[in-house]
């Protein structure tokens, strides 16, 4: 049976998603619930809830839609923090048609510092090695 609001979706012209993904995307069980619970990992990195007033300084406006309930979730975490590499980041409120699927990379970029001391550190190797070629005096 064709669910309701993939019905609505195609008779607009568009192609159901979980937002990067096709909803008949082979990555989720069609034919099971959503599995939406982790039952063990590594924690990586802290989870910060915004309030509407941060959301909104941030440009996030749902006013467009008629959506000006006090119920918006938002969430911010360190990017940074996470290990260099791709990931799939799953958000769903409490069902498949409750949820999107954001697709990233992260990369590993190094610290400010350490950036710093590796160009003052190869500034002073090219330094050294100039000298030895052309002594002064």
Known sequence: MTKPWKIYVQSAGKTSSLADLPAS???????QPVLN???AGNFVTGISFLDSTQLNQLG????QFGAT??????FSFDRTALPAGNFIANIFAECANDGMVLLGETQSVPEPLTLL???V???LIGFHQRNKRNPIG
Do not use: D, E
């Open 60 to 63: 996030l406006s749902f006013n």
């Open 69 to 74: 309930g006090s119920q918006t979730i938002g």
């Open 37 to 39: 619970a982790i039952a």
């Open 121 to 123: 550190g190869a500034g």
């Open 25 to 31: 995307t082979s990555y989720f069980n069609q034919t």
């Open 117 to 119: 001391g590796s160009l």
